[in-house]
């Protein structure tokens, strides 16, 4: 079974539409099932699911507007995956971290061939943005646990193990900003986007 998918958890300011979000967004190939569930006073969170999205969904946010945070899981089957935290401020995305989950914690050497997403400009030579420095960054920009967060840092050297089981390797990123995995929500779909 192929696992070539792409998830997001994306935080809107509770005065933004969440219906202007999802109509902005420019999706190329699969329907996309989206919920919207409110985040205490300050956000509305926007949650998606997209099947082969692995190689478009993380821009199709970056290009949208009106969105503060984001938290992306790209599965990429069996070249890996990657997680994304991305911050909005007055309309400059900024990658705030940046994991690169490769079989055997290494990249394979079809890795280059893939038509992966290059979003932003890599911050090192390797693409990867995971220090004590992002974790305080991410701890900051969702008001998480710091501990939590320099944990989930700390475990990607081994998320890769986990690789071939769906979301499992991005779930400790997840958790340590206090989002779920969209199939998992109470409640039903709000909508499909549909390209």
Excluded: C
């Excluded at 911050?87 to 050497?109: A, C, N, T």
Aim: proline content about 8%.
């Amino acid at each position: 079974m192929s696992t070539f998918m792409a998830v997001a958890a994306v935080d809107l300011s509770r005065a933004a539409d969440p219906a202007g979000f999802v109509d902005a967004l420019k999706l190329p190939q699969e329907p996309v099932p989206y919920w919207i569930r409110p985040q205490g006073s300050a956000h509305t969170r926007v949650s998606l699911y997209a099947d082969r999205g692995n190689t478009w969904l993380a821009e199709a946010i970056a290009d949208a507007p009106d969105w503060e945070r984001a938290i992306i899981a790209l599965d990429h089957d069996e070249y890996g995956g990657e997680h994304l935290i991305l911050s909005r401020v007055d309309g400059v995305v900024s990658r705030v971290q940046h994991v690169f989950l490769h079989w055997d914690g290494e990249p394979g050497p079809d890795f280059d061939e893939v038509a992966l997403p290059r979003l932003l400009p890599a911050p090192t030579a390797d693409g990867m943005l995971n220090t004590p420095a992002s974790w305080a960054a991410v701890a900051a920009l969702y008001g998480a646990d710091p501990a939590a967060v320099e944990r989930a840092g700390r475990a990607a050297a081994e998320a890769h193990e986990e690789l071939g089981t769906i979301f499992t390797p991005f779930e400790g990123f997840w958790d340590a900003v206090g989002a779920e995995y969209p199939l998992e929500l109470d409640g039903e779909i709000d909508g499909i986007i549909v390209p």
